[in-house]
């Protein structure tokens, strides 16, 4: 369910990075049913095959390597000639794993960057002749630790952080025709992201404790933040992140925190 009207993205075409499993799945599903035809992109062919399924009737869901900027842009061709050029274009790729930089190698770091990083870089500027202007929206999946500093999250921490500042950069850089903005979301249930963040018990509850709101986040309230960014309703927003992620982004309100006065 929707709080915006039936119908909202009749006719627009609407691409996501990513959008075959979790959050940016269930942002393309959001789209689709307020009337857009939904493109999608993974690694993984028969999950793509399967989110495009669980779109619905005429998605189409393709494998491509966001690293790979010939690969996506040539998704992003395909989708575009079956669908029209994007109305919106949203960049959720992402890789994650906790370790300490020590026990990072070069690679390791590099791969998350990549996908990250270098990933949004390419699916913005491999979209940007394919967007209808003026109107277009793009959307990063950014995350609080482009913010927060976290242990075991060096090059998520650094990769994240460069999408905040692309997002604003491309803003500027593309202005009157496009709108160019990142969704923040908190910590979001039954997704990979968590599954891998917050690995235990132990970790669940500490992680719990901490949100201002004592809940987590749904799939659904990032989908309408990404609808309500691309919608009329926004239109004059652009180059923001928006936290949607139950005040995590303000600091530690477990009750201990709150008692001893210590964020
Ligand atoms: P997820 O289910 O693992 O989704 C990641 C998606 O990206 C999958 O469709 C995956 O498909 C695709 N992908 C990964 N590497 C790719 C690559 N190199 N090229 C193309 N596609 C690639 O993750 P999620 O937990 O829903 O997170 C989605 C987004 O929200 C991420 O940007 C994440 O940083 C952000 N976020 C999540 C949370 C959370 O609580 N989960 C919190 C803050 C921010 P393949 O594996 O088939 O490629
Ligand atoms: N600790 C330390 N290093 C690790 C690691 C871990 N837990 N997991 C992977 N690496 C290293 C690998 O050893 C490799 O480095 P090396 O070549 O020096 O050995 C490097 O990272 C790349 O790993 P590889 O498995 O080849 O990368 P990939 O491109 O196949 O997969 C990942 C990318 C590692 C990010 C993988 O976890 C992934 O596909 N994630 C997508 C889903 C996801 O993370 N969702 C949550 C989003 S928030």
Redesign the pocket.
């Given at each position: 369910m929707s709080a915006f009207r039936d119908g909202l993205f009749n006719g627009k075409s609407v691409f996501v990075a990513g959008g075959t499993s979790g959050i940016n799945l269930g942002i393309a599903q959001r789209f689709a049913a307020l009337g857009a035809k939904v493109g999608v992109i993974g690694r993984d062919p028969d999950r793509a095959a399967r989110a495009a399924a669980s779109i619905g009737e005429g998605a189409l869901g393709l494998s491509a390597d966001v690293r790979d900027y010939a690969a996506t842009r040539a998704a992003m061709e395909q989708v575009a000639a079956a669908h029209g050029a994007f109305d919106v274009v949203v960049s959720g790729a992402?890789?994650?794993?906790l370790?300490p930089a020590l026990?990072?190698?070069a690679?390791?770091f590099k791969?998350?960057v990549d996908?990250d990083l270098n990933g949004t870089f390419n699916v913005f500027r491999g979209a940007h002749d394919l967007l209808n202007k003026p109107g277009a929206s793009l959307i990063a999946i950014t995350a609080g630790q482009a913010i927060n500093a976290s242990p075991l999250q060096a090059h998520a921490c650094a990769a994240k952080a460069g999408i905040n500042q692309l997002v604003r950069v491309l803003a500027m850089e593309w202005g009157p025709d496009v709108r160019v903005n990142g969704i923040s979301p908190g910590p979001i249930e039954n997704t990979?992201?968590m599954a891998?963040l917050a690995p235990d018990a132990a970790s669940r509850a500490a992680y719990y404790e901490r949100i201002p709101m004592r809940r987590w986040g749904e799939i659904d309230e990032i989908a309408e933040a990404a609808v309500f960014l691309s919608s009329p309703s926004a239109g004059f927003i652009t180059g923001t992140i928006l936290d949607c992620d139950g005040g995590s982004q303000l600091g530690d309100a477990s009750r201990q925190s709150l008692e001893r006065g210590m964020g």
């Open positions: 992402a890789g994650n794993f370790a026990n990072m190698s690679n390791a791969t998350v996908i990979e992201g891998r």
